[in-house]
């Protein structure tokens, strides 16, 4: 590397400062939450029966925060997600990302306001790894294909993997990878908000710890905002700088992990202080206090 | 304000020149591929890019007055700079680590294998195998199926009869209205052309023999498997398919239950009932069209036209329409459940197996159409 000019810091606005839709806003965004979710009520109707799955449920998210959202089975915690992505529409309540609703977050563009990494991954399974991620770049129609494929080496290679995978078919990827594609796909636009189904189901321990290392980096490097869904403790204290424990149909502690398992309820009990728990707490224990 | 907002986030280039420094290249807006995407802005960066110097990297390079920048935005800087950086380069912290980070993953796409002339000899052999896989499946289901049969007449009581009914009322019971509906015009419209052709021969009595005997011996069962085979054929290989895709099949294995008691004998079973059904009715439906029309055009009356089917058809014609129908419905059952089987575990299999089911089960019907019309040409006529 040739010999550069020290970075200049201080007098100009954060990058990123602009995280709101339609080029630089006239009131300040940077303040304001990337997800806003007051008073969400969601119903499901299962042959002819009203089942409720959220009530009078209030989460806030801030910029630039890893958020674990926890609950039990069936609590709704998938819905959320989808309910951010605007896949859904809740009952009653309003949810507000990056500042307009999220029914209109699937509009156009999206892409470049929020990246999902689906459990499945959901990669097309008609196209090559390599047309998978360029999908929302080639859908602009505007930009030159080898700029496209520049950007779409360069994504490959960020979430670790080897470029000679590119012309592969998603058939034939393991699970791990699937992942991992389906992550440099959602990033291909560098969205502001990441949203995480269950990202390190069905990955082994080694796998699960490398993923969570990614999303950790990518985390800190591009200034995101993450949301995931999980299951996993390790992942948990690993990685969240805050938690949202869904129970009794809305969410009853969000916190930083330290004071989530120091809250006392039933479903946090048996969650963070059950065997499993406390085998993962070790993890909890050994990083620095420093947060 | 809005009309200067807009120009801000225009990505553009703006060069200066002081005489101390040499050239400066300042970088304003925000280059994002949606913004870059613009075809207005892209034209306008472009041309702003084109006045870069040769030697880019000697000049100065001020990144800091960016709106934003994305990896793509990065991406194409770097390009600019042919993939080197230049002497002199101001960046926010930020701004510094995207462009290292696509500076350390910038390569070259490996290109795809060539195809050569040995791949190409290999690919014939791929052919071959594939037609051989099938025969070698086709005999491999169909024996089973008999074996199955078999077993199925020792203990009949543990036969899954359960599918058997919900097969046949699927395949059977929901395809009466449209199979109906097509007969009855089928009928109609040969009956109208035939009544113009007769009177010119002054046979108008003739058009109940045509009609008896195309209808019952031949359009009855071919259109009735035709109708049956797009729609049934192609659902189950569409069902199979997608137990594929979702483990159902590995499933089953696993809890020892095999597949060709399960899932073929039923299906096999309900097409070989409901299928020489669904024929009769649908000759009959024909044939009541034929006799409205022969009504209306030439006022043969219904009563004649009864009692004239029943002189000018044997009743050896219709055994041979049940009995080539029965033969068509394990076809089509067969080659369902052939490709149903064979789908690979993604989406592109599934649409090419269900699309190959239906096209080779219509083909293999007119084929063993054609045969029964040679072998029986002797009988009922």
């Given at each position: 590397?040739?010999?550069?000019?020290?970075?200049?810091h201080?007098?100009?606005?954060?990058?990123?400062a602009?995280?709101?839709?339609?080029?630089?806003?006239?009131?300040?965004v940077s303040?304001?939450?990337?997800?806003?979710?007051?008073?969400?009520?969601?119903?499901?109707?299962?042959?002819?029966?009203d089942?409720?799955i959220h009530?009078?449920?209030?989460?806030?998210?801030q910029?630039g925060e890893?958020?674990?959202?926890?609950?039990?089975?069936?609590?709704?915690?998938?819905?959320?997600?989808?309910?951010i992505?605007?896949?859904?529409?809740?009952?009653?309540?309003?949810?507000?990302?990056l500042?307009?609703?999220?029914?209109?977050?699937?509009?156009a563009?999206?892409?470049s306001r929020?990246?999902m990494?689906?459990?499945?991954?959901?990669?097309?399974?008609?196209?090559?790894?390599?047309?998978?991620?360029?999908?929302p770049?080639?859908?602009?129609?505007?930009?030159?294909?080898?700029?496209?494929r520049?950007?779409?080496?360069?994504?490959?290679?960020?979430?670790g993997?080897?470029?000679?995978?590119?012309?592969k078919?998603p058939?034939?990827?393991?699970?791990?990878?699937?992942?991992?594609?389906a992550?440099?796909?959602?990033?291909?636009?560098?969205p502001p908000?990441?949203?995480?189904?269950?990202p390190?189901?069905?990955?082994?321990?080694?796998?699960?710890?490398?993923?969570?290392?990614?999303?950790?980096s990518?985390?800190?490097?591009l200034?995101?905002?993450?949301?995931?869904?999980?299951?996993?403790?390790?992942?948990?204290?690993?990685?969240?700088?805050?938690?949202?424990?869904?129970?009794?149909?809305?969410?009853i502690?969000?916190?930083?992990?330290?004071?989530?398992?120091?809250?006392?309820?039933?479903f946090v009990?048996?969650?963070f202080?059950g065997?499993?728990?406390?085998?993962?707490?070790?993890?909890?224990?050994a990083q620095?206090?420093d947060? | 304000?809005p009309?200067?907002?807009?120009?801000?986030?225009?990505p553009?280039?703006?060069?200066?020149?002081?005489?101390?420094?040499?050239?400066?290249?300042h970088?304003?807006?925000?280059?994002?591929a949606e913004s870059l995407a613009?075809?207005?802005?892209?034209?306008?960066?472009q041309?702003?890019?084109?006045?870069?110097p040769q030697?880019?990297?000697?000049?100065?390079?001020?990144?800091?007055?960016?709106?934003?920048?994305?990896h793509?935005?990065?991406?194409?800087?770097w390009?600019?700079?042919?993939?080197?950086?230049?002497d002199?380069?101001?960046?926010?912290?930020?701004?510094?680590a995207?462009?290292?980070?696509?500076?350390?993953?910038?390569?070259?796409l490996?290109?795809?294998?060539?195809?050569?002339?040995w791949?190409?000899?290999?690919?014939?052999?791929?052919?071959?195998?594939?037609?051989e896989?099938h025969?070698?499946?086709?005999?491999?289901?169909?024996?089973q199926?008999l074996?199955?049969?078999?077993?199925?007449?020792?203990?009949?009581?543990?036969?899954?009869?359960?599918?058997?009914?919900?097969?046949?009322?699927?395949i059977?019971?929901?395809?009466?209205?449209?199979?109906?509906l097509?007969?009855?015009?089928?009928?109609?419209?040969?009956?109208y052309l035939m009544s113009q052709q007769?009177?010119?021969?002054?046979?108008?009595?003739?058009?109940?023999?045509?009609?008896?005997?195309?209808l019952i011996?031949?359009?009855?069962?071919?259109?009735?498997?035709?109708?049956?085979?797009?729609?049934?054929?192609?659902?189950?290989?569409?069902?199979?398919?997608v137990?594929?895709?979702?483990?159902?099949l590995?499933?089953?294995?696993?809890?020892?239950?095999?597949?060709?008691?399960?899932?073929?004998?039923?299906?096999?079973?309900?097409?070989?009932?409901?299928m020489?059904?669904?024929?009769?009715w649908?000759?009959?439906?024909?044939?009541?069209?034929?006799?409205?029309?022969?009504?209306l055009v030439?006022?043969l009356?219904?009563?004649?036209?009864?009692?004239?089917l029943?002189?000018a058809?044997?009743?050896?014609?219709l055994w041979?329409?049940v009995?080539?129908?029965?033969?068509?419905?394990l076809?089509?059952?067969?080659?369902g459940?052939?490709?149903?089987?064979?789908?690979q575990?993604?989406?592109?299999?599934?649409?090419?197996?269900?699309?190959?089911?239906?096209?080779t089960?219509i083909?293999?019907?007119?084929?063993?159409?054609?045969?029964?019309?040679?072998?029986?040409?002797d009988?009922?006529?």
């Amino acid at each position: 590397m040739s010999p550069h000019a020290p970075p200049l810091h201080g007098s100009l606005p954060p990058e990123g400062a602009d995280l709101a839709w339609g080029g630089p806003a006239a009131r300040p965004v940077s303040a304001a939450p990337v997800v806003e979710i007051s008073n969400l009520w969601s119903v499901f109707r299962t042959a002819g029966v009203d089942t409720l799955i959220h009530k009078d449920l209030n989460l806030t998210i801030q910029r630039g925060e890893l958020l674990s959202i926890v609950g039990g089975s069936g609590s709704g915690k998938t819905v959320l997600l989808r309910q951010i992505l605007g896949l859904e529409t809740p009952a009653r309540g309003s949810i507000t990302v990056l500042g307009r609703p999220a029914a209109e977050l699937t509009h156009a563009g999206a892409a470049s306001r929020v990246g999902m990494l689906f459990q499945h991954g959901a990669l097309y399974s008609a196209f090559t790894v390599l047309e998978n991620i360029a999908f929302p770049l080639r859908e602009l129609k505007a930009l030159p294909e080898d700029l496209v494929r520049d950007a779409v080496m360069v994504k490959l290679q960020m979430v670790g993997l080897d470029p000679a995978h590119a012309h592969k078919m998603p058939a034939d990827l393991s699970g791990g990878m699937i992942k991992r594609v389906a992550l440099a796909r959602a990033l291909i636009m560098d969205p502001p908000l990441l949203l995480l189904d269950e990202p390190t189901a069905g990955l082994d321990p080694d796998r699960s710890d490398a993923f969570c290392a990614l999303v950790r980096s990518l985390h800190q490097e591009l200034g995101l905002t993450v949301v995931m869904v999980t299951h996993d403790l390790d992942t948990i204290y690993e990685i969240s700088t805050r938690v949202a424990v869904v129970a009794d149909k809305h969410v009853i502690v969000d916190a930083p992990p330290r004071e989530v398992i120091a809250f006392d309820h039933p479903f946090v009990r048996e969650f963070f202080l059950g065997g499993r728990g406390l085998r993962a707490m070790e993890l909890l224990r050994a990083q620095p206090q420093d947060e | 304000m809005p009309q200067a907002a807009l120009e801000d986030s225009q990505p553009r280039v703006v060069f200066t020149q002081t005489p101390d420094d040499g050239s400066c290249a300042h970088l304003h807006g925000r280059w994002t591929a949606e913004s870059l995407a613009v075809e207005a802005h892209w034209d306008a960066l472009q041309a702003d890019l084109r006045s870069v110097p040769q030697d880019c990297h000697a000049c100065q390079w001020d990144l800091r007055p960016l709106l934003r920048m994305d990896h793509t935005g990065a991406q194409l800087l770097w390009n600019t700079w042919y993939r080197q950086w230049p002497d002199t380069l101001y960046t926010l912290p930020r701004q510094r680590a995207m462009l290292e980070r696509v500076a350390q993953f910038s390569s070259v796409l490996p290109p795809r294998r060539r195809v050569t002339p040995w791949d190409l000899f290999l690919r014939l052999g791929a052919v071959v195998v594939r037609v051989e896989e099938h025969v070698v499946g086709a005999v491999r289901l169909l024996g089973q199926l008999l074996i199955d049969a078999v077993q199925l007449v020792r203990a009949p009581r543990s036969g899954p009869w359960r599918d058997v009914s919900g097969h046949l009322y699927r395949i059977g019971a929901t395809a009466l209205p449209i199979t109906a509906l097509v007969g009855f015009l089928i009928g109609v419209v040969l009956a109208y052309l035939m009544s113009q052709q007769l009177r010119q021969f002054g046979a108008d009595a003739f058009i109940v023999n045509i009609l008896g005997v195309s209808l019952i011996r031949e359009l009855g069962p071919v259109l009735a498997a035709i109708l049956i085979a797009g729609r049934s054929g192609s659902a189950i290989t569409a069902q199979i398919g997608v137990m594929r895709v979702t483990e159902e099949l590995d499933a089953m294995k696993v809890m020892g239950i095999p597949k060709g008691f399960r899932l073929v004998l039923p299906r096999a079973m309900a097409m070989a009932v409901a299928m020489p059904l669904l024929a009769v009715w649908t000759t009959v439906a024909a044939l009541l069209g034929g006799m409205l029309a022969s009504d209306l055009v030439m006022g043969l009356t219904p009563a004649y036209f009864v009692t004239a089917l029943a002189k000018a058809v044997q009743v050896s014609n219709l055994w041979l329409a049940v009995g080539k129908s029965t033969v068509f419905g394990l076809m089509i059952a067969l080659i369902g459940c052939h490709y149903g089987l064979r789908i690979q575990p993604n989406t592109q299999s599934l649409g090419e197996g269900t699309t190959a089911s239906v096209v080779t089960s219509i083909t293999m019907v007119i084929l063993v159409d054609a045969l029964f019309a040679v072998v029986f040409k002797d009988v009922g006529i």
